[in-house]
């Protein structure tokens, strides 16, 4: 629906995100930081799905699901990184009220799908520590894909609710939104409609798709941590938990930035911390998501060396030039000999 400006109905057709503030001697510095980040966070990422995708050796549950977050986390990423870098480089902080709402709405459904899908990741690792011998029985291909299709599900029905009221709001001004990406309560705060019903859904979802995952999440790993204290040997103990360590990092970091900002009451003197604990969800999280997942892990370790050696190999594999030309010219002795021998007989 239009936006107009009851004051004198001038349709209102842009906001503009006002970020870490306008000093110019900042914009520069905050760009190098950025762009650092996003590079490396995609970069890493795409690595992920690589490995796992051309890799037969991790085609199992846990790398099918580190798969798709890794996927969901260059989107989710994607969303918010490159709209702030070019306000950086061009002092340009318009956002117009259509690519706002497309912002969110995407921005939103990538957050409930991780959620979701490391609420599923949990209960994978618990399957897999807890119930050894029933593992592959239960968690099957098509659990697998019923888990992470149902993630991505959710997050594009709720949000479209959610955009849906959002888009029936006016918005009269100010047009300047206090933060570095289109988020819910700074933006439903310059409208001038009754925004009561949206800040309830908006608060009801959050509720419901945070809380209960996050709390699987826990419960699984409450089950984990039993187990593994029960393993007699300390060699063993270790194992577990470095197969689950990388994991509860990363969810404990999204989680518990992700609550602070939209489960708890706010005030308006803390949305500057609201600012900075988003940045620990919508950037620090799919930064270190690979990093982690890469540099802890076995299995990625070692199927980053068996890409290498292969490479290595075809590289060595391949006849080089000055070698082509030698067996092409001891093929052409070899020829004249015969031919010489045949005509000496004859």
Not at 43 to 65: A, C, E, K, R
Not at 240 to 263: E, Q
Not at 330 to 336: F, L, S
């Amino acid at each position: 629906m239009e936006n107009f400006d009851k004051g004198n109905g001038t349709p209102i057709t842009t906001f503009t995100l006002l970020g870490f503030g306008n000093d110019p001697k900042l914009q520069i510095p905050f760009f190098m930081v950025f762009v650092f980040i996003y590079t490396v966070t995609v970069v890493g990422n795409i690595i992920i799905i690589t490995l796992v995708v051309s890799d037969h050796h991790l085609h199992t549950p846990m790398y099918y699901f580190l798969g798709n977050l890794s996927c969901l986390e260059t989107c989710y990423t994607s969303t918010v990184l490159p709209r702030m870098l070019a306000s950086f480089v061009t002092g340009d902080r318009t956002i117009s009220v259509g690519g706002c709402f497309a912002q969110f709405f995407w921005f939103g459904t990538l957050a409930i799908a991780e959620c979701y899908l490391l609420a599923a990741m949990s209960y994978d690792r618990y399957l897999a520590i807890c119930k050894p011998l029933h593992y592959a029985t239960l968690m099957d291909g098509k659990l697998c894909f019923l888990l992470s299709a149902g993630s991505w599900l959710c997050g594009i029905t709720v949000m479209t609710i959610v955009v849906s009221l959002m888009s029936q709001l006016y918005y009269c001004g100010p047009s300047e939104i206090d933060h570095f990406f289109c988020e819910l309560a700074p933006v439903i705060n310059l409208s001038c409609s009754d925004t009561t019903m949206v800040a309830l859904v908006g608060l009801i979802v959050s509720v419901i798709d945070a809380i209960p995952s996050c709390l699987l999440t826990l419960m699984s790993y409450v089950c984990i941590i039993a187990t593994i204290l029960r393993i007699p040997s300390s060699t063993g103990r270790k194992k577990a938990f470095s197969t689950c360590s990388s994991h509860l990092i990363v969810v404990s970091i999204f989680y518990g930035s992700l609550i602070f900002v939209y489960v708890l009451p706010k005030k308006e003197a803390l949305w500057e911390v609201d600012k900075i604990f988003s940045v620990f969800y919508t950037v620090l999280t799919p930064l270190i998501n690979p990093l982690i997942y890469s540099l802890r892990n076995k299995e990625v370790k070692e199927s980053l060396r068996r890409i290498k050696s292969n490479q290595i190999k075809t590289l060595l594999a391949k006849p080089t030039g000055h070698s082509c030309t030698r067996v092409k010219s001891e093929n052409r002795d070899k020829r004249k000999k015969r031919t010489g021998k045949r005509r000496s007989v004859g």
